[in-house]
């Protein structure tokens, strides 16, 4: 039957649909077609994709269908109401542009697309709607990507804040920043990057914004940011440009310079008063380098007692110029602080500049100055302390060679003279020799010589010395009188020593 003057519109009208549908079928956007009854009469491939279908049938039928299928919410999460949703705001003829809403299905809810859509109204010759065309482009990669964004960016410890190129405004700015400023969100975001200027003190801070506007790199900058009291952080600052949302912008990171610069402070402090207490320190104090042991400081005490000045000192060893007069106990000495232990009171004689000995206790460690390893020396002048020990010494050895003469009280005295003059020695105690040690010391303090002592014990001589020379080096004494002090010190006499006595404990 031919085809009447009435049909051929439909059929015109038919084959225009057809060819649209070839065109937007191989398109990567989603495009999903409306019937004015709001039926859904086609959609292309990419559009059953973006929806998890496989047909038509999965997209409902028509807009009540859809509705009844999919979950739409805004990104902040609330839902859209159903006249918000763009198949009913397409129906209802509206054209909007860009409208964004995460999609989930009804039976599914855990599973969530995020949709950009616009819409277009196709008409007919009298102007009426036609044909509604709902536009979907999938943007879940993206924002899964600027969700990721975000987080890390929150998350961050590292301060940091993003501006827009486009005009200079900050848009962004993390939990680190706050933290480091004091400043709040609203204190930032909204301001212009010249208003709230990070680069403020920045030696370059022009280069950085003629940089900023044209949203090129900012290499790291000294600079002070602004803090809510008007005053200023010290931090290093650079600029990287970066894409948000789509939108060209600029992130800058910062370093916290203000714990460096408390510390840099307080180690000038310190470093000044060690210096002073350095200078004026009454005992001699020098600082030698570790790996050459050659003067980097010496103190006023240190000239007086050595007769050198500083500027004779710096730079030379102490074996250069001869100021240790033992060059084996200087040698164990250095080695000790090299293997890094220290020195407490090793007994050291300094040869002074005019060739006199002077007796010294050295003490030294090994410290760490201006990044380089260092030793500090302290020496204390002992010679008159010596000599005054070496005279009371002398002066019971010479009335000593026959101490059982001596009463109690006298021996006691002398001992009590010994502590005036004298630190005590080494801590040993009575209960930490042993029995034969005891009977030695016992028979010492009676005045016995090394041949009574063999007989009495029934030793030979050389064991008998033997036996002194042990007891001496344990108690740290070098001569017999000094052991019948040290013995009359913690009551000790010969007689306990031969007689089976009971013996002090200490």
Same mark, same amino acid.
């Given at each position: 039957?031919? =085809?009447?003057?009435?049909?051929?519109?439909?059929?015109?009208?038919?084959?225009?649909?057809?060819a649209? &549908?070839q065109?937007i079928?191989?398109?990567?956007?989603?495009?999903?077609?409306? /019937?004015?009854?709001?039926?859904?009469s086609?959609a292309?491939? *990419?559009?059953?994709?973006?929806?998890g279908? &496989? +047909?038509?049938?999965?997209?409902g039928?028509?807009?009540?269908?859809?509705?009844?299928?999919?979950?739409?919410?805004f990104?902040n999460?609330?839902? !859209?109401?159903e /006249?918000?949703?763009?198949?009913?705001?397409?129906?209802?003829?509206e054209?909007?542009?860009?409208?964004?809403? /995460?999609v989930?299905?009804a039976?599914?809810?855990?599973?969530? @697309?995020?949709?950009?859509?616009?819409?277009l109204v196709?008409?007919?010759?009298?102007g009426?709607?036609e044909?509604l065309?709902?536009?979907?482009k999938?943007?879940?990669?993206?924002f899964?990507?600027e969700d990721?964004?975000?987080s890390?960016?929150?998350a961050?410890?590292?301060?940091?804040?993003?501006?827009?190129?486009?005009? &200079?405004i900050y848009?962004?700015?993390n939990q680190?920043?706050?933290?480091?400023?004091?400043?709040?969100?609203?204190?930032?975001?909204?301001q212009?990057v010249?208003?709230?200027?990070?680069? +403020?003190?920045?030696?370059?801070?022009?280069?950085?914004?003629?940089r900023?506007?044209?949203?090129?790199?900012?290499? &790291?900058?000294?600079? =002070?940011?602004p803090l809510?009291?008007?005053?200023?952080?010290?931090?290093?600052?650079?600029?990287q440009?970066?894409?948000?949302?789509?939108?060209?912008?600029m !992130?800058f990171?910062? *370093?916290d310079?203000?714990?460096?610069r408390?510390?840099?402070?307080?180690?000038?402090?310190s470093?000044?008063?060690?210096?002073?207490?350095?200078?004026?320190?009454?005992v001699?104090?020098?600082?030698?380098? !570790?790996?050459d042991?050659?003067?980097?400081?010496?103190n006023r005490?240190?000239?007086a007692?050595s007769?050198?000045?500083?500027?004779?000192?710096?730079?030379?060893?102490a074996?250069?110029i001869?100021l @240790?007069?033992?060059p084996a *106990?200087r040698?164990?000495?250095?080695g000790?602080?090299?293997?890094?232990?220290?020195?407490?009171?090793?007994?050291?004689?300094m040869?002074t500049?005019?060739?006199?000995d002077?007796?010294? !206790?050295?003490?030294?460690?090994t #410290?760490?100055?201006? =990044? =380089?390893?260092?030793?500090? @020396? #302290?020496?204390q002048?002992?010679?008159?302390?010596k000599?005054?020990?070496?005279?009371?010494i002398?002066?019971?050895?010479?009335?000593?060679?026959?101490?059982? @003469?001596?009463?109690?009280t006298?021996v006691?005295k002398?001992?009590?003279?010994?502590?005036?003059?004298r630190?005590p020695?080494p801590?040993?105690?009575?209960?930490?020799?042993?029995?034969?040690?005891?009977?030695?010391?016992?028979?010492?303090?009676?005045?016995?010589?090394?041949?009574?002592?063999?007989?009495?014990?029934?030793?030979?001589?050389?064991?008998v010395r033997?036996?002194?020379?042990?007891?001496?080096?344990?108690?740290?004494?070098?001569?017999?009188?000094? *052991?019948?002090?040290?013995?009359?010190?913690?009551?000790?006499?010969g007689e306990a020593?031969?007689?089976?006595?009971?013996?002090?404990?200490?």
């Amino acid at each position: 039957m031919p =085809e009447s003057p009435m049909d051929a519109p439909d059929a015109a009208i038919k084959t225009d649909r057809a060819a649209l &549908q070839q065109v937007i079928a191989g398109l990567t956007d989603g495009v999903i077609l409306v /019937e004015p009854d709001q039926s859904i009469s086609w959609a292309n491939v *990419a559009a059953l994709a973006m929806h998890g279908v &496989q +047909s038509l049938d999965g997209l409902g039928g028509s807009v009540d269908g859809y509705r009844r299928t999919f979950r739409l919410r805004f990104r902040n999460n609330h839902p !859209l109401p159903e /006249e918000k949703y763009p198949l009913d705001r397409v129906v209802a003829g509206e054209t909007f542009d860009d409208v964004t809403v /995460e999609v989930s299905p009804a039976a599914d809810p855990d599973t969530t @697309w995020v949709h950009t859509l616009r819409s277009l109204v196709v008409v007919d010759r009298a102007g009426e709607p036609e044909l509604l065309v709902l536009i979907v482009k999938d943007e879940t990669e993206r924002f899964e990507a600027e969700d990721r964004f975000e987080s890390a960016f929150n998350a961050n410890p590292a301060p940091a804040l993003i501006c827009r190129v486009s005009d &200079q405004i900050y848009v962004r700015v993390n939990q680190g920043f706050m933290d480091m400023t004091g400043h709040d969100r609203s204190a930032v975001v909204g301001q212009s990057v010249r208003a709230f200027d990070v680069f +403020s003190g920045a030696e370059r801070r022009d280069l950085a914004h003629e940089r900023i506007a044209e949203g090129r790199a900012v290499t &790291q900058m000294e600079a =002070e940011v602004p803090l809510p009291d008007g005053t200023g952080r010290a931090v290093i600052v650079a600029g990287q440009p970066i894409d948000v949302g789509g939108e060209p912008c600029m !992130l800058f990171t910062f *370093a916290d310079l203000e714990p460096r610069r408390k510390a840099e402070t307080s180690l000038r402090k310190s470093e000044e008063r060690f210096s002073k207490s350095f200078r004026l320190s009454p005992v001699a104090e020098a600082i030698t380098r !570790l790996a050459d042991h050659a003067f980097m400081e010496v103190n006023r005490a240190f000239e007086a007692l050595s007769g050198y000045s500083d500027v004779e000192l710096t730079g030379r060893a102490a074996a250069d110029i001869r100021l @240790w007069a033992d060059p084996a *106990a200087r040698r164990t000495i250095e080695g000790a602080l090299k293997e890094g232990r220290g020195v407490q009171n090793a007994p050291l004689a300094m040869r002074t500049k005019d060739g006199a000995d002077v007796d010294c !206790l050295v003490s030294a460690e090994t #410290v760490e100055i201006n =990044e =380089e390893d260092c030793v500090l @020396w #302290v020496v204390q002048d002992v010679t008159e302390r010596k000599k005054t020990e070496d005279e009371l010494i002398a002066a019971i050895e010479s009335v000593m060679a026959d101490t059982s @003469w001596f009463s109690r009280t006298v021996v006691e005295k002398l001992a009590n003279l010994r502590q005036t003059s004298r630190k005590p020695g080494p801590g040993v105690g009575v209960g930490d020799l042993t029995e034969r040690e005891r009977q030695i010391l016992g028979l010492i303090s009676e005045g016995c010589d090394n041949v009574t002592m063999s007989d009495r014990l029934g030793l030979s001589t050389n064991t008998v010395r033997n036996h002194v020379a042990s007891l001496f080096r344990k108690i740290g004494v070098n001569r017999r009188a000094a *052991a019948v002090v040290w013995a009359r010190e913690r009551g000790v006499t010969g007689e306990a020593a031969i007689k089976g006595k009971p013996w002090p404990s200490a």
